[in-house]
C-alpha cells in the first residue's frame, strides 16, 4: 500500500507543466467572480439575481441543524 503522498510542485516539477496551457495543474476559477456570478470577468452579473421574495424564501445555507443522535 502507497502511504507516501508527497507531491512535487517545485517549478521544474511535472505539476508545473501538466495542464495544455503550461501552467500549474488546479483551477483557474476566480471563487469571489464565481459567488458574485460572474463567469467571463466583465465585472458584471451573468444570471439574473433571485427576486427578493423567492431568496426570503430559501433555507439560509449557512445555518445547518444536525439531528440529535442518540
Avoid at 521544474?12 to 470577468?41: C, E, K, N, W
Amino acid at each position: 500500500m502507497v502511504t507516501d503522498f508527497t507531491h512535487d510542485i517545485a517549478p521544474a516539477g511535472p505539476a508545473a507543466t501538466m495542464p495544455g496551457a503550461g501552467g500549474p495543474i488546479g483551477s483557474l476559477i476566480d471563487v469571489a467572480r464565481y459567488r458574485a456570478a460572474d463567469f467571463d470577468g466583465d465585472g458584471r452579473r451573468d444570471t439574473p439575481a433571485i427576486p427578493v421574495d423567492v431568496a426570503q424564501g430559501l433555507p439560509d445555507p449557512s445555518s445547518w441543524v444536525l439531528p440529535a443522535v442518540h
